[in-house]
């Protein structure tokens, strides 16, 4: 089986190392390009026996499996390189959310599957968010989801909540470490503690909150009640949270789902030119 990348930017090469050191894939196995193919020529640097390939025909041409790691508005391109040769039996696996799969299920023959990952799979844990097309069979999605398990837990989602839950799965990390960021520089500056030593403090309580939160069997909940200790310090910090906060989440997911909306709309119309604007 080959397993074909189109677009090796941040996500393609994150999603090939990973499935290749945690031995999901072998280098041989996998077909890469990338418009810019100096980007596929460091990946097979580093993986000599991954085969490059020079143009998007090519990757379809040789693989059963074809990840497509590219930005909404290079789809319409892709699609029409691709859709002469990706054929009913190849798997096209889109990792990207504005993208629907009855809008590729309409422009190409093959199977279609939405699969979102995050920033996490490369360090073989967090999810990948799966939305499978009507065209994928039992063997088909058995097949995915052996490939996507060892770097992560595949996770079916309902189209309609694509954006929230990459906004948890995907978004999530870089939000969380917007936090964390924060919390080193004020530490930094209100007491003069190195910056290392916060960092590695903060890091360190980040991985332990997170197995506490999964493997630790703790809910959010469960988890600062077990802190905060009554009439105790983390109380104290939890309360100016409350209300330093509360208006916070709901702005995001506000901000994240309109722009969403937005590159839906764009998607629209590059694919079938019936946008508003
Ligand atoms: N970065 C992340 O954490 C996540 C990204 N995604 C999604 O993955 C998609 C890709 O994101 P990134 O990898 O971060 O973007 P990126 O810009 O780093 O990578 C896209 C790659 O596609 C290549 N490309 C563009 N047009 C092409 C064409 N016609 N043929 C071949 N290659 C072409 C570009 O040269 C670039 O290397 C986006 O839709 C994003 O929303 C999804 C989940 C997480
Ligand atoms: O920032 C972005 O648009 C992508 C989607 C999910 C994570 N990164």
């Given at each position: 089986?080959k397993?074909?990348?189109?677009?090796?930017?941040?996500?393609?090469?994150?999603?090939?190392?990973?499935?290749?050191?945690?031995?999901?894939?072998?280098?041989?196995?996998?077909?890469?390009?990338?418009?810019?193919?100096?980007?596929?020529?460091?990946?097979?640097?580093?993986?000599?026996?991954?085969?490059?390939?020079?143009?998007?025909?090519?990757?379809?041409?040789?693989?059963?499996?074809?990840?497509?790691?590219?930005?909404?508005?290079?789809?319409?391109?892709v699609?029409?390189?691709?859709?002469?040769?990706a054929?009913?039996?190849?798997?096209?696996?889109?990792?990207?959310?504005?993208?629907?799969?009855?809008?590729?299920?309409?422009?190409?023959?093959?199977?279609?599957?939405k699969?979102?990952?995050?920033?996490?799979n490369?360090?073989?844990?967090?999810?990948?968010?799966?939305?499978?097309?009507?065209?994928?069979?039992?063997?088909?999605?058995?097949?995915?989801?052996?490939?996507?398990?060892?770097?992560?837990?595949?996770?079916?989602?309902?189209?309609?909540?694509?954006?929230?839950?990459?906004?948890?799965s995907?978004?999530?990390?870089?939000?969380?470490?917007?936090?964390?960021?924060?919390?080193i520089?004020?530490?930094v500056?209100?007491?003069?503690i190195?910056?290392?030593?916060?960092?590695?403090?903060?890091?360190?309580?980040?991985?332990?909150?997170?197995?506490?939160?999964?493997?630790?069997?703790?809910?959010?909940?469960?988890?600062?009640?077990?802190?905060?200790?009554?009439?105790?310090?983390?109380?104290?910090?939890?309360?100016?949270?409350?209300?330093?906060?509360?208006?916070?989440?709901?702005?995001?997911?506000?901000?994240?789902?309109?722009?969403?909306?937005?590159?839906?709309e764009?998607?629209?119309?590059?694919?079938?030119?019936?946008?508003?604007?």
């Amino acid at each position: 089986m080959k397993v074909g990348f189109i677009g090796t930017g941040s996500m393609g090469s994150i999603l090939i190392e990973a499935l290749i050191l945690s031995g999901a894939l072998n280098p041989e196995q996998i077909v890469a390009t990338n418009r810019t193919i100096e980007k596929t020529e460091r990946l097979a640097a580093a993986y000599p026996k991954l085969q490059i390939a020079h143009s998007n025909i090519d990757v379809a041409r040789s693989c059963s499996i074809i990840f497509l790691c590219i930005k909404p508005a290079e789809y319409k391109t892709v699609i029409d390189d691709i859709k002469g040769e990706a054929g009913p039996e190849c798997i096209v696996v889109s990792i990207t959310s504005p993208v629907m799969v009855k809008q590729l299920e309409g422009l190409l023959n093959s199977k279609i599957v939405k699969v979102i990952p995050s920033i996490t799979n490369y360090v073989f844990s967090g999810a990948t968010l799966c939305v499978y097309g009507e065209r994928m069979g039992e063997d088909d999605i058995e097949l995915i989801e052996k490939l996507l398990s060892p770097i992560s837990a595949p996770i079916r989602i309902d189209e309609r909540h694509t954006r929230i839950c990459s906004d948890l799965s995907s978004c999530g990390p870089a939000f969380l470490a917007y936090f964390i960021q924060k919390y080193i520089e004020v530490a930094v500056q209100e007491t003069g503690i190195s910056k290392d030593d916060a960092t590695r403090l903060a890091c360190e309580m980040a991985l332990g909150t997170g197995k506490l939160l999964t493997a630790g069997g703790f809910t959010p909940e469960a988890l600062q009640e077990r802190v905060a200790v009554p009439g105790g310090i983390t109380a104290e910090g939890l309360r100016i949270m409350e209300k330093e906060l509360c208006g916070l989440f709901s702005q995001l997911i506000h901000t994240t789902h309109a722009k969403y909306e937005e590159d839906l709309e764009k998607v629209e119309s590059r694919f079938f030119g019936t946008s508003v604007d």
